[in-house]
């Protein structure tokens, strides 16, 4: 069964730091891997996007303090967050293409999200 497992969310103090990570199960990263996320009352929003090949791009509000990384070895991409604000506080989404390791076929898939509480 093919799954996306995050964890590593919770709550911390403005300028403290959180790394979350987003585990593959029954399938492997094939593609491109996404962070979104998404606060009460506003719009999903990308945070923060790696290919395959390692290329990333980020969100404007997040540049210079999010970076995303990807263990292809551990089947897991991470999201590294310093100098939070409480501006970051939200539920934090992680999106990916998978290769399934029973029926053999690609899914773009979402995980269940983890929270990210930043308090002032």
């Known amino acids: 069964q093919v799954q996306l497992v995050e964890s590593g969310g919770g709550l911390v103090q403005a300028g403290g730091s959180l790394r979350l990570s987003c585990a593959a199960s029954?399938?492997?990263?094939?593609?491109?891997a996404k962070w979104y996320r998404q606060a009460p009352g506003k719009l999903r929003e990308l945070v923060a996007g790696?290919?395959?090949?390692?290329?990333?791009n980020y969100g404007d509000s997040v540049k210079g303090r999010f970076t995303i990384s990807r263990d292809n070895a551990e089947n897991t991409v991470y999201l590294e967050m310093n100098s939070l604000k409480p501006e970051d506080t939200a539920v934090y989404y992680c999106n990916a293409d998978l290769f399934s390791n029973s029926d053999r076929l690609m899914y773009d898939w979402w995980g269940q999200g983890t929270q990210v509480t930043v308090s002032s």
């Open positions: 790696i290919t395959s090949g390692g290329s990333t």
């Open positions: 029954g399938s492997i990263f094939s593609g491109n």
